[in-house]
């Protein structure tokens, strides 16, 4: 999916508190106008009803925006910027408006990767903005290595050979056991959702999920399936019965 950052409605949220952050966050877009743009990368930022942004030109990625109104918000939100320079005002924003109650943020990006929109928010508001992304601990520690990973399918009796695994092999196992997924189809989204982070960040969010919410967050994220089929059977893969 590539660096995104993530912002959710996670309950009741102040209309004053909100309207006062998203002001602050016309300041922040103001004393940064030299690299940004309107939402299509071209004209100027959208600063009265909401914001709306991206970089400039070839410099924009996806646009950043924000409803004047909490109750505009939906549920999930992201934003893809690829590390351009616009990504520091996106940061910016976000960390400004992570002090609202209710407003949830989270990113692909590590705490130190923020302190440059932190930098900018605190400069521009007159005060130190806190860091709302906490250094991954946990997370961390349960990554697999590559060697991890052969090691546990070859403990499947899967045959690796450099960094492949024949499909026919694959299958063979999976199909007989599904690793407590209902079928081969639920298994196989849950491996690449799994095995992307962004993915991985945003299903962890949403969860529990039920089968009308999963098959809801699958076609947003895997629109046309995964790369290994294309049946719709697919939908419900976050659906664990």
């Known amino acids: 999916m590539g660096y995104t950052h993530y912002w959710s409605k996670e309950g009741e949220i102040n209309p004053a508190d909100y309207k006062a952050a998203l002001k602050d966050c016309v300041k922040i877009i103001k004393s940064k106008l030299d690299i940004l743009a309107g939402p299509e990368a071209t004209g100027k930022p959208k600063v009265s009803m909401g914001i709306s942004f991206n970089g400039k030109d070839d410099e924009g990625h996806e646009t950043f925006s924000l409803p004047p109104s909490p109750d505009q918000l939906k549920k999930f939100e992201f934003c893809k910027t690829a590390r351009k320079p616009y990504d520091v005002v ?33 400069s521009v508001l007159g005060r130190k903005i806190p860091n709302p992304i906490k250094e991954e601990t946990e997370e ?17 009796g899967i045959k690796v050979e450099g960094n492949y695994v024949r499909k026919k092999d694959l299958e063979k196992i999976v199909k007989a056991e599904y690793q407590g997924w209902t079928n081969y189809e639920t298994w196989n989204v849950n491996l690449w959702i799994s095995g992307d982070e962004s993915m991985y960040k945003a299903a962890k969010r949403e969860q529990p999920f039920t089968e009308d919410s999963a098959e809801e967050f699958v076609l947003e994220m895997l629109p046309i399936g995964t790369p290994d089929f294309s049946n719709r059977g697919w939908a419900k893969g976050l659906y664990k019965s």
Do not use: H, P
């Open 140 to 156: 961390a520690e349960a990554k697999i290595t590559k060697a991890e990973l052969k090691k546990e399918l070859q403990s499947l």
């Open 90 to 122: 996106v940061t910016a924003c976000l960390a400004r408006m992570a002090e609202v109650k209710g407003f949830g943020v989270s990113s692909d990006g590590n705490a130190s990767e923020w302190s440059d929109g932190l930098a900018l928010a605190s």
